[in-house]
């Protein structure tokens, strides 16, 4: 027995042990001259039968048969195997087929195939590729809109723009009017005071123009930090002085420390910050502070410098309701007060965010109401 049959007759032997459908047949005639106990199983008797017939119910041999790859010229074995896939429309399966020729114990020349059913793999590389071909409509679905919404964030800002250029014009007029009227009539005391309170309202009108471009960038990530040493104590003295004549204000106080403390005469709180963002922030967070107090109440503003941080907190008498404490620092959240738009808190929130800091709400003292603004000393503030 030359070593190509004894290879078959080893082959044979071991054959129908295997998980795997395998059957030999010969190459010259199609007829199947072996099957293994996996194919017996599932297909019963096949001895005799043509492959090509029996496996895929075909009457001709089959468009994929390998034979001639694996025949010598002179009709022997040439050792090499082939290895494809195939999808059997007899049993709509998909296998994996290892075909390779070798001398029979009777002389005759045959083919082997081993059939690995390979079909739930198929049907998982099939929802693969279906869900790759959705994920890059979808990927092209989202940058059609993104190039949309960006050219919408640009009209916007271009709008906004050409606003903010024709109201400055006119409020600008308005603002300086009122000290006009002061330096030229001699105003009854009462007369005097809401001319200040127009004065003062049309400051913070260009205030909120100046502003409104800045949140805006923020909002989308386009602002770019400046960062410059800031006196924040000075900031904060000078931020308390406006807001106090402010009606908001009336019967209500301010009390600006340091650790607790009153300031030394000069004291100074250094920061390097963004003072287009830091002034607006402590503007917020106070008048937020003094008209949520009661009448009589004291708004306190306390620093504490620490090695590698700065705290800030805002404190005052009065408790944020409940239901919105875990959304105070969102957009458009507001405690209900008269004329508030649930910005001023949102807008101090981004801009302690752009110097890598945090803010937060402490409630935990009844009756009292203290927003913590954490700001980084290192120095290295990014937008």
């Known amino acids: 027995m030359n070593a190509s049959m004894l290879e078959s007759a080893l082959l ?40 090509h017939k029996v496996i895929y119910d075909s009457d001709t041999p089959c468009l994929h048969c390998r034979i001639p790859e694996l025949l010598t010229p002179e009709g ?20 994996q087929l290892q075909e390779k020729t070798m001398g029979w114990p009777d002389g005759r020349v045959v083919k082997y195939s081993i059939a690995v059913d390979i079909s739930e793999l198929k049907e998982t590389q099939n929802r693969l590729a279906e869900a790759h071909a959705e994920l890059a409509i979808r990927n092209r679905e989202l940058s059609a809109q993104n190039r949309i919404l960006q050219e919408n964030i640009e009209l916007r800002e271009h709008v906004e723009r050409i606003a903010r ?83 908001a204000a009336h019967g209500r106080t301010f009390q600006v ?24 922030m402590l503007q917020n967070l106070l ?37 919105i404490r875990a959304r105070i620092f969102e957009k458009y959240v507001t405690m209900g007060k008269r004329g508030g738009t ?15 800091g945090r803010i937060e709400l402490d409630a935990t003292v009844p009756g009292r109401t203290t927003i913590v603004v954490t700001l980084p000393r290192s120095g290295d503030v990014t937008a």
């Not at 001319?195 to 913070?204: K, N, T």
Request: aromatic share 8%; charged share 20%.
């Open 287 to 323: 008048l937020n502070a003094v008209e949520a107090s009661p009448e009589g109440g004291c708004v306190t503003l306390d620093f504490r410098m620490e090695p590698d941080r700065l705290l800030l907190a805002v404190s005052n008498a009065g408790e944020v309701p409940e239901p």
């Open 165 to 247: 250029h024709d109201l400055k014009a006119p409020l600008s007029a308005l603002v300086g009017l009122p000290q006009v009227l002061l330096d030229s009539y001699d105003l009854p005391e009462s007369a005097t005071a809401i001319v200040r309170l127009i004065e003062q309202a049309g400051h913070s009108m260009l205030e909120m123009l100046n502003q409104s471009l800045i949140l805006f960038r923020l909002e989308t990530g386009t602002y770019v930090l400046s960062p410059k040493p800031v006196d924040l104590m000075d900031l904060a003295q000078r931020t308390v002085g406006r807001l106090a004549g402010l009606p």
């Open 12 to 51: 044979q032997t071991h054959f129908d042990v295997i998980p795997f459908g395998i059957y030999v047949m010969d190459v010259a005639t199609y007829e199947l001259v072996f099957v293994n106990r996996h194919f017996r199983d599932l297909l019963g008797a096949t001895e005799g039968g043509t492959c």
């Open 257 to 280: 420390t340091f650790a607790g403390r009153s300031p030394r005469p000069g004291e100074e709180v250094g920061y390097p910050g963004d003072a287009l963002l830091l002034e607006p």
């Open 342 to 356: 649930g910005l001023g808190a949102y807008s101090a929130t981004l801009a302690v965010r752009a110097h890598g």
């Open 76 to 95: 022997m074995p040439n050792g090499v195997t082939a290895i494809y896939d195939h999808y059997n429309e007899r049993d709509e399966r998909w296998a």
